[in-house]
């Protein structure tokens, strides 16, 4: 199945490691050292201009991606459910 992030950018869901509240996990330090590293190791794609909401982290073939997003983790959260929903039909 896939996830749509925004803009054009679609991933697998199989991929995704985890869906993070920008706003919320960007108070830690280690958070934003994190994502700090993903930018200068070039991971990073920041898939809107407007304003982020949450960041994806995905791996593919032991490479990492981080998706930045202007979608609520909740949005993405109920998108994969409903995705989930229409495979069981």
């Known amino acids: 199945m896939y996830l749509h992030l925004g803009q054009s950018v679609v991933v697998r869901t199989a991929t995704i490691i985890g869906i993070f509240d920008i ?33 994806i982290v995905c791996e593919d073939h032991k490479k990492i991606t981080v998706y930045i997003s202007q979608i609520s ?17």
Do not use: D, W
């Open 23 to 55: 706003e919320n996990t960007s108070m830690s330090r280690l958070t934003r050292h994190y994502l700090a590293q993903a930018e200068k190791n070039g991971r990073v794609i920041n898939v809107s201009p407007e304003l982020p909401k949450s960041f």
């Open 73 to 89: 983790p909740a949005t993405l959260k109920k998108r994969t459910g409903f995705m989930a929903g229409l495979a069981n039909l």
